[in-house]
């Protein structure tokens, strides 16, 4: 007779998805069986029906039509239907027929499933396990987050991107040198605090011809899939808000500076993290607010993470450089003359640093020395350690140990690297020369006769001031722009690169530099242009130009063919001043400035396009300039007044706010100009000693904690050369269907095969894939090759799933062991911590989900330390689905009592792991909370709440690891067969 009676609840073993069914008909040869919550109805014939009969058990939950749920005490059968009686929520006693079951009850809990009779594959339930072991090493380890870029591991990086993203709501103004890396360090938080659920929303606001630059860097160096947004775009997004379009938004400052309606809807979306890019373009003065000031202030007032980046930070000013600070921290900065006091007392900070370390050289301490150490510090635990230095008692060691601490909380304390990161290439090293070239040219006559009439007649400067509406002291610094705006004058018929010599220089040494690349750089960008059609008709050379006045496509157009090295490739590239800012052309080595910028900032962001990271050779410097022309003083003014070409030395905009108005009268005086050159060098010489003694030695000690730094590189190397991770992906790769291939030279080919499973990232089934490498330096040398990590959106993806989801969550498998009689069956259980807290709270540094893994035999003796996971494992065989399942049936009591005992055996285990997990989280809180003490006292650049952030943070933590559940994520039955069957 049938065993399936109508009214019955079964569930399909190939499609649990549909839900519970119910046997509609059933006679001689078919059962129809309707799944109500998936409005499918199914005939299958009786005796191979693949369904399995859905009965519950005492302790089971189960879920009513209404709604209602209870717990299963006992069950009885009325007419060949099951009626189970249990307690509601509300603890009323309740019936339940099955047939009043709710039809979207879910079976995808391991013992749900199991016991329905749904086995996965063997090999799923494997990878399984090891997913869940490698996702609790790896969320632990410090580096995770900054070991997946591709990038290499240079210290000053990774220390910034550390220490600034273990901070609660991280305020910074990232102010490194130019090319040393601002836009990797912000990427690198970005990264970091996206994987550890830190912040999910991110705006990142760019100069309009960086945002292809950057979307390309974020993409390629931090596989971060980030929306470029510009009008276009958002005009196609009729129905909301553009900018909640996506979670990580790229967009051009011009773009939504100049556009209220625009501000007004990426002010009212909630961001996490808010990042703007050369910085010191957002104006402000006392008397004027500039629009993109404005605008990120707003923005920076409701948002909980902002990172400006700059490297010039002060070339609008110190006002401005305050205002940005203020950004920050509205709080801190309120008051600019006590800001300029507190700059000057870095001094005496940097004097103690410096008695430090002579103290802790020399043998016998000098008084003054420990005069001067113990002058600034004032708290008690920094006094202990240096009387621990200065005692005579004290060995070597604890010398050592306590040089190192105290230097720590001198810089931590009274430093200055809270609020702003500033590494400089003399501190950082391993940067190439620069070599000057100055041309001297005569003047053509066009020139000439205007400087000429300029020196003899002085009301003439306001005359041509008003005739070419140009600007002092630029009218005369760009002759050719002067030129151009004198139209009507019968004698400027020819184009100014007819008559001006510069452009002949740049064709003789566009040949002499024989195949070198060529980067130009003019003030304005008509010179630009003008100079790329002279090039043509004069050289037949294409100059591909790059302006703030072309379009995006257009600009990164002509950087690429300037980029490229093939035959078709560039040689020579002309920029306007302001259209080449922050662009990447270190592939170059020489760079003609056409004319001069007026602010020493300029000059070093012009130099900084080619001296930057990943530049290989010296730099050449090639200036032509006109014999005693305004040009020609204005070298001398940065040459000999400021050594401007030969490195970075951050002071110019100190010389430029002291200088810049007698300069411009010096252009057109000789005689002026020696004496400020004269003036200008004896300032520099002295804020160069003041920047040595005071704020920037500080910023520079502070920029980089080489201890820390070397910490976080040794965890990502030991990620990078970590053996399990070939072998995992090697599997997980079988299973989700990836087919790789060996190109050789450590890369491998990516590919969909034709049982996929859908939605990897990268991979689309009919589609070429990708070319990977697991080698960090392979990576490097090689950007259609992406590296392959645990951090790698691919490898996230998979393990994701598996966790999150229910594959491989059971299993039946055969073991042949020649001690063990067949028939035997055993199951492992796999338990996993639950934990449920906010994602922003990283409990996962602290207590990832952690398996618990339970071996029962058959009689419920505990075998987990004697037989290993994998030692097991590799005994194991594969055996068909519909075996399993019956097999399944057939031990259906004693499995539920080996599921129920395992649960009691892993609950043994649980206060070991809460435990553990607290000691973890309160030793590196309550470090960082008495460090954040003693530093708040202090140093004002802490923020009040994030010392009271830290203080919430610790006790939600405390409270949620508190509240840590193990629940079973996974079982596999193991029955054992006789050693010669086959
Ligand atoms: N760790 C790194 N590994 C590989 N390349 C790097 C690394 N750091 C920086 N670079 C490269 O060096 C160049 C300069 O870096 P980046 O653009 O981040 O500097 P920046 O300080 O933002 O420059 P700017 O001041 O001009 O805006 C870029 O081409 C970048 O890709």
Redesign the pocket.
Known sequence: MSEFSPGQRWISDGEAELGLGTILNVDFRSVTVLFSASQETRTYSVRQAPLTRVAFAPGDRVQSAEGWQMIVDDSKEVDGLVVYIGEDDEGNLRELPEARLADSMQFDQARDRLLTGQVDRNDWFDLRFRTLHHHQRIEQNPALGLAGPK??L?PH?LYIADEVARRHAPRVLLA?E???????EAGLILHRLLLTGRAERALILVPDSLTHQWLV?LLRRFALDVRLLDEHQSLAHLDGNPFESAQLILASQQWLFANPQRQTQAQSCDWDLLIVDEAHHLDWQPEKTGPGYACVEALAARTEGVLL?T?TPEQMGVESHFARLRLLDPERYQDLEHFKAEEHGYARVAEAVDALERLAENDSASTADRDGVAAVIDDADSQALLAVLTSPESSDEQRQVARRELREQLLDRHGTGRVMFRNSRRHVGGFPSRQLHVTPLALPSAYRRVLRRLERDEDYLDELLIETGLDHPEVVLYLDAMYRALPHDPLNEEPWWRIDPRVTWLLELLTEVGRDKLLVIAHDRDTATDLAKALQALGGIHAPVFHEGLSLVERDRAAAAFADDEEDGCQVLVCSEIGSE?R?F?FCRHLVMFDLPLHPDQLEQRI?RLD???QRHAIELHVPVFEASPGERLLRWYRDGMDAFSAPHGVGSDLFAAFGDALADALLDEESLAEVIDETRTLFQARLAERDAGRNRLLEWGACRPAQADAVIDAIRELDHDKALPRYLDQAMDIFGVDSQELGGRVMHLQPSQHMLDGLPGLVKGEEGFSATLSRTVA?TRDDVQRLSWEHPLLREMMGRILDGQMGNTALALLKHPAIPAGRLMTELVFRTHCPAPKRLHLNRFLPATAVRVLLDESGANLSDKVSFSGLSKNLQKVKKAVARDLIKSRHDQLRELLAQGEAEAERELPSIVEAAQTRMRDTLDAELARLKALAERNPAVRADELQALIDERSALDAAIEGTRLRLDAVRVIVTVDHDSR
């Open positions: 990038i290499d240079i990086q490194d130019v090319g040393l890396g601002k836009t990797i860097e980046l490297a922050g990447n270190q900084g930057r990271i990943g490097l």
